[in-house]
């Protein structure tokens, strides 16, 4: 066990503290000197003093004194800060070692001999068909440091924003929107070790439009999520005795167990009947297809569920899931629009802006 001494300069442990977004830290090798840790993060130290101020430890029972530099704050966003004299200090000196720079491909890097810690987020998720349903950015963020002896070959992947779902339109007119798909996970790997950050979910897709550009607020394709994907809402049948109507399919769920939405029947007169199918449940393999619309002379399919997509690194599987297709719509004001619903997103569109795999070394 270590015991702190306080700090070397008269600087005291009361006025340090941890970043709050850090998530855990392991000591994957053996050290000598040891590793300080602090709540869940590892610090690197020296038997010999190389700045001041520096943190002094001693291991109990042990005469041996250890170090951890200290520098002005590098602006590290994980890592032990203190503050003296109004000055904030972070531990160790550090260089961004490694950056992901290709996208779902798995990545053999090398790092020599060192000390490293490791950050790393999945992809965003695709925004659901008619741009009302936005995916969200993960919010999985991993971090671990760690410490080698030697040279050796880890596996990085850094993972791709997940596809946006589809939609068909006329006019004022519009389908169901299929949901969008997951991001793919982000992964850093090496031995037995297996850091995954998740993708974010999909949006879910946009309802239906009438002629009159109204939200008739269903047939949205449920959007795809690591986790649960969303519910697609329930079709409807508008109908009126001169004959106009309008009718949605429901939508399709997303993967991964996202629920279909509910049917619906009408009629405007008593020889005209309208159906939306209801929309199907996510399978094991895909996002729920949407419900389809039907009219005395014509009918549309609801679209598609997005397939779930695997990506594979370092033996572990890494998936995007597909979103909910949206429903059909048949309508009728002053003429006729039909329409199948649109597609949900499948896979990813293979690049990002906010997911990253990043490798700090050290000093």
């Not at 001999?113 to 993960?138: A, E, P, T």
């Not at 239906?208 to 394709?221: H, L, P, R």
Request: contains cysteine; aromatic residues 10%; glycine residues 22%.
């Amino acid at each position: 066990m270590l015991i702190l001494a306080g700090f070397c300069a008269s600087i005291f442990l009361a006025t340090c503290f941890l970043h709050p977004k850090f998530v855990f830290a392991r000591e994957f090798s053996p050290s000598d000197p040891p590793l300080l840790h602090v709540g869940k993060y590892a610090l690197k130290t020296h038997a010999d003093k190389r700045t001041t101020p520096s943190i002094c430890l001693k291991p109990e029972g042990s005469a041996q004194t250890y170090y951890v530099d200290l520098y002005q704050d590098n602006g590290y966003a994980h890592g032990l800060r203190l503050k003296h004299n109004g000055v904030t200090y972070s531990a160790g000196r550090f260089e961004l070692f490694y950056e992901a720079a290709v996208f779902n491909s798995c990545q053999s890097v090398s790092l020599p001999k060192g000390f490293y810690c490791v950050d790393l987020l999945g992809g965003r998720g695709g925004n659901g068909g008619n741009n009302s349903g936005s995916g969200s950015v993960s919010a999985d963020v991993k971090h671990e440091c760690f410490e080698l002896n030697e040279t050796t070959s880890v596996s990085v992947f850094r993972g791709g924003d997940g596809n946006n779902g589809s939609v068909n339109s006329s006019g004022s007119v519009r389908s169901g929107g299929g949901g969008g798909a997951s991001g793919v996970p982000s992964l850093f790997a090496f031995g037995d070790t297996v850091l995954v950050s998740n993708g974010g979910a999909g949006g879910n897709g946009g309802p239906g439009y009438d002629y009159n550009g109204n939200n008739k607020n269903c047939g949205a394709g449920g959007g795809g999520n690591m986790s649960r994907g969303g519910n697609g809402t329930n079709g409807v049948v508008n109908a009126s005795l001169n004959a106009s109507f309008f009718v949605c399919g429901g939508g399709g769920g997303g993967a991964v167990s996202g629920t279909g939405g509910a049917g619906d029947t009408g009629s405007a007169l008593i020889f005209l009947t309208y159906t939306a199918d209801a929309g199907s449940s996510a399978g094991a393999n895909a996002g729920g297809a949407g419900g389809g619309a039907h009219r005395s002379t014509s009918q549309k399919s609801g679209g598609s569920g997005g397939n779930n997509t695997t990506y594979t690194c370092a033996g572990t599987s890494l998936v995007s899931y597909g979103g909910g297709g949206g429903g059909a719509v048949c309508a009728r004001s002053s003429s006729y629009v039909d329409l199948n619903g649109g597609n949900g997103g499948s896979g990813s569109i293979g690049t990002s802006s906010s997911s990253y795999v990043r490798i700090y070394r050290f000093e």
